[in-house]
């Protein structure tokens, strides 16, 4: 579904943000990006929705490359790949179902169908009864829920996810890691860059480890925190269920 | 049709467009003044034009043959004459008859029944094509047989082509500053409502919104600055060519009424298509820059 093949990024100001990387996601996985800030995992995330072009190696999603895909290809990737983000990025002056139809309607997609999406998705992340309302009278989970209704009302095969509880309590953190990993179970391939610990170790997915833009760990049913072993060893994770 | 599609469309465009009044006040103010000055520039070149030929058809090479020219030589040049593709007409004015015409035109004022001989010269009276030409003919004529002067009004021939000439350089060059004026301000007002929607843009660019459908609103406002503002210049045009220009014409008399009847109705289209285009064109160029992906 998502291959990095030799991936390097170098930022005009120098900074090294991947060294050549080597990854492969399987259709319908789910995993976590973690490491500290500034180790390449938003840098990464950038490269798969052709954000940011790779200084050097292939990156390809949907068996398509997209680091050498043409300008005008790359709104057709966007719509087959939902991204959320820490600040959610919701318009303050739309309501939760305008935000949603945005997605739809800039899209050129027929009234029809924005009437038919919408609730569905609102009904999905639990905001149907939230529609009429601005952002600004939502709580963080709900913003948060809004923004993933709008990156998946375009039906999208993955989802990326860059710090998605960057800026929520624990209770809703947790909530939106279980939408998450309900989105998943319906064949959504997701990708989630985390320093969240609590939420990768209560999920026990694939967990890729970045440093210094180089991956020093992989690992299926990771933790977030661990010794040489790949036991977990910080203080303060929450024992997996 | 879509008409919820269409409406959300042009909800955007509404919304790019009220998002900062007083810059689009300003950017259709400019594109006004330039279209009213492009039209009073046109309007008056056209005026000039036909004021020119007018004159140019009224400059005559008065040619005077000297006394030993028989009507057959004065024949021989009236048929070169009229074999030169630069020569309009050649009007032949044997002494008698010049003498004839002068009496007319001087009766009352002299008396010329004074006169006991004929003292004029047989004369040919040629008018030229293009005003341009008239110095070269008026030499080439002068160095045909039996031709004993050659006058004509010289000076006012170069000036007016003199004038025409600087008049029409000064005004491109103004109208070339105003239109460029007109495309800065509006491609500035773009740049604005541009910035004030980043966010949205940067939603619509990472939901997958094709960079048409992204711009699209955008050069639809620079379309309305172009068209309201040529649509302003051309009121006031229009009340100045039916309110004002009928008053100019009977006060300034030198201006011939003919003017009044110019078909301004192309000149019309024209204006808009110029506001138009300035605005797609300015708005585009704006948008281009500013959202590469």
């Known amino acids: 579904m998502i291959s990095l093949r030799g991936v390097s990024l170098v930022y005009p100001n120098g900074t090294r943000a991947l060294d050549d990387v080597d990854i492969d996601i399987a259709k319908g996985s789910f995993v976590f990006l973690v490491g500290h800030s500034g180790t390449g995992k938003s840098s990464l995330l950038r490269l798969l929705y052709r954000e940011q072009k790779p200084t050097r190696g292939e990156v390809s999603v949907d068996n398509v490359r997209v680091d050498n895909m043409r300008s005008a290809k790359v709104p057709e990737l966007r719509r087959n790949v939902g991204v959320v983000f820490q600040d959610f990025k919701l318009l303050a002056d739309k309501t939760v179902w305008e935000n949603v139809a945005f997605a739809l309607q800039v899209t050129g997609a027929r009234t029809r169908d924005v009437m038919r999406q919408v609730p569905r998705v609102l009904d999905q992340v639990g905001l149907a009864h939230k529609a009429r309302v601005f952002p600004s009278e939502l709580s963080g989970g709900e913003q948060q829920r809004t923004a993933i209704a709008r990156a998946l009302v375009n039906n999208p095969k993955i989802m990326l996810c860059d710090e998605p509880t960057g800026n929520l309590d624990p209770v809703n953190a947790n909530e939106i890691m279980d939408l998450l990993h309900r989105i998943n179970l319906k064949g959504t391939t997701i990708v989630v ?49 | 049709m879509d008409w919820g599609r269409l409406r959300f469309f042009l909800n955007e465009v509404l919304r790019n467009f009220t998002r900062n009044l007083v810059m689009q006040a300003t950017a259709i103010g400019t594109v006004t003044v330039m279209i009213v000055l492009l039209g009073v520039f046109l309007f008056g070149r056209e005026a000039v034009t036909r004021i020119g ?10 040619v005077f043959l000297d006394e030993k020219a028989t009507p057959a030589d004065a024949r021989a040049a009236i048929v070169a004459l009229r074999g030169d593709a630069r020569v309009r007409s050649v009007d032949y004015v044997p002494k008698a008859e010049g003498l ?18 004929n003292p004029l010269p047989d004369a040919l009276h040629v008018r030229v094509i293009d005003a341009d030409t008239v110095a070269a003919v008026a030499a080439h004529i002068r160095k045909m047989p039996h031709v004993a002067d050659v006058e004509y009004a010289h000076d006012a021939v170069e000036r007016l082509l003199r004038l025409s000439d600087v008049v029409g350089k000064v ?10 004026t007109a495309a800065i301000i509006i491609s500035n007002t773009i740049r604005l409502t541009v910035y004030a929607r980043r966010r949205e843009i940067a939603i619509m660019q990472l939901v997958g919104a094709s960079n048409t459908y992204i711009r699209l609103p955008f050069i639809c406002e620079g379309l309305i600055d172009g068209l309201l503002g040529a649509l302003l210049a051309l009121a006031v045009l ?19 009424a003919e003017v009044i009847r110019i078909d301004t109705s192309l000149l019309t289209l024209e204006l808009l298509g110029v506001g138009a285009a300035v605005g797609i064109l300015a708005s585009w160029a704006s948008v281009s820059r500013q959202l590469r992906v």
Request: net charge positive; aromatic share 6%.
């Open chain 2, 171 to 180: 005004g491109i060059a103004i109208l070339a500053l105003l239109i460029f």
């Open chain 2, 53 to 62: 030929d007018q004159v140019v058809h009224q400059i005559e090479i008065s």
């Open chain 2, 238 to 256: 229009a009340v100045a060519r039916w309110q004002l220009l009928p008053k100019l014409t009977t006060a300034l008399p030198f201006i011939p």
């Open chain 1, 193 to 241: 860059a985390t320093h969240n610990a609590q939420v990768v170790d209560r999920m026990r997915r694939r967990v890729i480890r970045l440093e210094h833009g180089k991956i020093v760990a992989d690992e299926e049913r990771g933790f977030y925190h661990v010794n040489d072993a790949g036991e977990p060893v910080a203080a303060g994770f929450t024992a997996p269920r």
């Open chain 2, 100 to 117: 004839r015409r002068m009496r007319e035109r001087l009766r009352g004022q002299i008396d010329t029944s004074l006169l006991t001989t």
